[in-house]
């Protein structure tokens, strides 16, 4: 269905309008920071160096901050639909490394030793997925690194009082059914009840693309 914004599906007028800009102040933090350190210094251990990331769905930055002083010397840049939050990237790793609009329109120009997506793909319209995906795949040089909620079927799951905003799925094994040549590196859960470095629940996949 689509948005007369101009979107292809309710789920991205929904996150680039009112509700998106809401969401910034809960994903900015001290406390959340920390988490993010702990949690990308994990996943990211059989990955080595990293010289360039590309984060789709980035907002305010908060992961590429975490990945800026897990690994200094990397290039960053970030994929961000929402208006406000993507000035508040800009503010943190540059305007001229930030795209203001949907993955679905992002259209990859080069390649990134990293391609992080985390808490996004769970938002995304499933009739887009396939499209999602191929962005991740063709964005990467070498390692993919999903964090979503997991479930072995597709369900949907209420999101703070709205329907069809939340969907949980197998997402890394459909990429990797996508994608044959992408491998499974790594993977691991973070828990919302870690008494230091909570997370929401989310589960990791680590993929390495051999081509």
């Known amino acids: 269905m689509s948005d007369p914004a101009g979107y292809r599906t309710e789920q991205e ?25 702990h949690f990308f210094a994990v996943a990211l251990k059989a990955a080595g160096a990293i010289g ?7 907002n305010v930055g908060m992961n590429l901050k975490a990945i800026r002083l897990l690994y200094p010397e990397v290039a960053v840049k970030g994929v961000e639909i929402n208006p406000d939050a993507a000035r508040l990237l800009a503010e943190t790793i540059g305007a001229e490394n930030v ?8 259209l990859p120009a080069e390649q990134f030793d990293l391609v992080l997506v985390k808490g ?16 991740i795949y063709q964005s990467a040089r070498r390692w993919i690194l999903i964090g979503e909620y997991y479930n072995p079927s ?40 870690d ?10 996949f680590l993929l390495e693309k051999r081509s």
């Open 13 to 37: 007028a929904f996150w680039a309008g009112d509700f998106g800009s809401a969401y910034i102040g809960r994903n900015a933090s001290p406390a959340l920071l920390a988490a993010n350190l």
């Open 52 to 58: 360039s990331c590309l984060e789709l769905g980035a």
């Open 99 to 106: 795209r203001n609009e949907s993955i679905f329109d992002y």
């Open 120 to 135: 996004v793909l769970i938002h995304i319209n499933p009739e887009m997925l396939a499209t999602a995906y191929d962005r």
């Open 154 to 193: 597709p369900v949907v799951v209420p999101y703070r009082g709205h329907a069809d905003r939340l969907f949980k799925r197998d997402f890394a094994g459909d990429l990797l059914d996508r994608h044959p040549d992408l491998r499974l590196v790594d993977y691991g859960f973070a828990y919302r009840r």
């Open 195 to 204: 008494p230091a470095f909570a997370q929401d629940d989310l589960t990791w």
